[in-house]
């Protein structure tokens, strides 16, 4: 079984920073492909970020040149820069493999950007 415990979230005003943190622990095999996920009221969960095995980096539209994902792999964690941030990316983020099977989803952790 794996465990996810995402955190850093918060409470930023429009134009702040955040940098959200996803531990990963248990039975798994790596850390190579990894998504963070956001869900806001009222919407599905949607993919924000993801890296790759072959390092590669991709991002929705929506937070293309704001967001950046990183990982750790000597700790097992998985980060997710976040600038510039707008009213409209207030959601609970969670991370989550890429792989063909998703883990059981963590807690998420609540991003709320707001003036």
């Known amino acids: 079984q794996v465990q996810l415990v995402e955190s850093g979230g918060g409470l930023v005003q429009p134009g702040g920073s955040l940098r959200l943190s996803c531990s990963v622990s248990?039975?798994?095999?790596?850390?190579?492909?990894m998504g963070w996920y956001r869900q806001a009221p009222g919407k599905q969960r949607e993919l924000v970020a993801a890296?790759?095995?072959?390092?590669?980096?991709t991002y929705a539209d929506s937070v293309k040149g704001r967001f950046t994902i990183s990982r750790d792999n000597a700790r097992n964690m998985v980060n997710l820069q976040m600038n510039s941030l707008k009213p409209e990316d207030t959601a609970v983020y969670y991370c989550?493999?890429?792989?063909?099977?998703?883990?059981?989803w963590g807690q998420g952790t609540q991003v709320t950007v707001s003036s």
């Open positions: 989550n493999t890429r792989g063909s099977s998703p883990w059981p």
């Open positions: 890296s790759s095995s072959g390092g590669t980096t």
């Open positions: 248990g039975r798994f095999t790596s850390i190579y492909n």
